[in-house]
DNA sequence: GAGTGGTCTAGACCACTGA
DNA sequence: CAGTGGTCTAGACCACTCA
């Protein structure tokens, strides 16, 4: 008689027990809900912490779980949708959902200056935005507008007064496109620091053109969560679903 | 005399050691070079290689490097802008990058039948797709499409003419929007082996609605390659940008 | 100060690749 | 087959939160 090869390619413990673990927070645990900590799971489960924190690692990334130092491993509410690039063209700081923190005139990383099609050494207006949902820090983001956008821009303002002046410039112009891109990174400690994680947390980062006269008039650079922000895009409304990501997925 | 304190936080090991690898990627090496081992790299930087291997698994997260068992690690060429919802409306499956590569009618998960709006145990027809880009996999793909979305399908449909016939009679209605959303998962066993990454690979998930007189008549749950891929959006063509993403962001 | 998650070590063995 | 990255262990100490 053969053997019973159930598994050619044996999965991983730490595969496995996301799995289990995966299945015992849809049965048996609350939104909210502490876990045990890692030393006991760990033995619970008869793993060594590294191999369980691997488990939770991926459960984290995938927004399941929401660790937190000194206090421990809680269960995740569902990801929630955050608009972004509605139907209707609209310039950054026209009624939309970011909150100014800071502005400073200063010269652009190179890759930005390549963005807007600037000199390398050029210097421009960088307003530093925070975006915020129920009460928590979703999105960081620096928003980059050239001098030559904003002609009108009257000299010497206050540092309070400077944001608020370059963005009302700013809409006095037409917008004609925008195009966004979107990829993974993570948080550098300024970001972190605002969005309430640690360096080097997973986030997806959005980088956005903003037209006029055929010319870039302003980009920005928009840091998400990843953990706790789904990005929904499109003219349809926000997604309603309550169920997460993973579970959209099977096997075909 | 107080004491000297440049670093109230000091940062982790692994986090210089990315710092320095990522400068070293810039200065010393070429796209496609192969680096030092991890024992080596580990001892050359004193440090022991699990650290190691905690900077290089950041570093292969943002796309700055591939690792690949039984080969080595190279350094990763920049990201692909992949388009993801073109500024013209489309059905899948008419002139766009996915090539079918299976086709089958099942009951849909129950998020799924959430989105499509159809019940628990209807079976709905499931193409998997995948998408290529200069010669390697970025993305996989399974599209649902309820068979209300497609009454004149003919029946007993041989497996390789189902999903052409889906798509044919598809792409007779009338799409009225699309909506889309982007969340950060990990690949799953089998989108991993189509991606030819190991499962639990970082992806992005798109997940896209398309609209026919005021129903969902399709979706599609579509899983990215987040080492390698870029998604762009809007209607001002694909991002131009050669450098990194971390490239394009500064401390304000 | 007790308890949590975050970092780090120094090993070991396994799965996979390619000569 | 030798060499690579992937997994796993059993510890240790640190940074942080909160009572």
């Given at each position: 008689?053969?053997?019973?090869q159930l598994?050619?390619?044996?999965?991983?413990?730490?595969?496995?027990?996301?799995?289990?673990?995966?299945d015992?927070?849809?049965?048996?645990?609350e939104?909210?809900?502490i876990?045990p900590?890692?030393?006991?799971?760990?033995?619970?489960?008869?793993?060594?912490?590294?191999?369980?924190?691997?488990?939770?690692?991926?459960?984290?990334?995938?927004?399941?779980?929401?660790?937190?130092?000194?206090?421990?491993?809680?269960?995740?509410?569902?990801?929630?949708?955050?608009?972004?690039?509605?139907?209707?063209?609209?310039?950054p700081?026209?009624?939309?959902?970011?909150?100014?923190?800071?502005?400073?005139?200063?010269?652009?990383?190179?890759?930005?200056?390549?963005?807007?099609?600037?000199?390398?050494?050029?210097?421009?207006?960088?307003?530093?935005?925070?975006?915020?949902?129920?009460?928590?820090?979703?999105?960081?983001?620096?928003?980059?507008?050239?001098?030559?956008?904003?002609?009108?821009?009257?000299?010497?303002?206050?540092?309070?007064?400077?944001?608020?002046?370059?963005?009302?410039?700013?809409?006095?112009?037409?917008?004609?496109?925008?195009?966004?891109?979107?990829?993974?990174?993570?948080?550098?400690?300024?970001?972190?620091?605002?969005?309430?994680?640690?360096?080097?947390?997973?986030?997806?980062?959005?980088?956005?053109?903003?037209?006029?006269?055929?010319r870039?008039?302003?980009?920005?650079?928009?840091?998400?969560?990843?953990?706790?922000?789904?990005?929904?895009?499109?003219?349809?409304?926000?997604?309603?679903?309550?169920?997460?990501?993973?579970?959209?997925?099977?096997?075909?």
């Open positions: 008689m053969g053997t019973t598994e050619s390619v044996p999965e991983p413990k730490y595969w496995h027990l996301k799995t289990v673990l995966n015992a927070l849809d049965s048996e645990f939104v909210g809900e876990l900590n890692e030393r006991d799971l760990a033995a619970r489960f008869g793993v060594a912490r590294a191999t369980l924190r691997q488990a939770l690692e991926q459960l984290e990334l995938e927004g399941r779980l929401q660790r937190r130092r000194g206090v421990g491993t809680t269960v995740a509410p569902p990801r929630m949708g955050v608009a972004v690039g509605p139907s209707a063209n609209s310039w700081g026209a009624r939309d959902a970011w909150e100014t923190v800071g502005c400073v005139e200063a010269v652009a990383p190179a890759a930005i200056a390549a963005l807007l099609g600037t000199g390398p050494d050029e210097a421009v207006h960088t307003i530093r935005r925070a975006r915020v949902m129920r009460g928590q820090p979703v999105a960081a983001e620096l928003l980059y507008v050239p001098p030559a956008s904003v002609p009108g821009l009257p000299a010497d303002l206050s540092p309070a007064a400077h944001a608020p002046a370059v963005l009302r410039e700013l809409h006095a112009l037409e917008l004609e496109g925008e195009d966004r891109a979107v990829e993974l990174g993570s948080a550098r400690a300024d970001d972190a620091k605002q969005l309430d994680r640690l360096p080097g947390a997973p986030v997806l980062v959005v980088t956005s053109r903003y037209y006029t006269g055929g870039v008039a302003a980009a920005s650079v928009s840091t998400y969560r990843a953990d706790t922000c789904r990005l929904t895009f499109g003219d349809a409304g926000a997604f309603e679903v309550t169920h997460h990501q993973q579970d959209t997925r099977q096997a075909s």
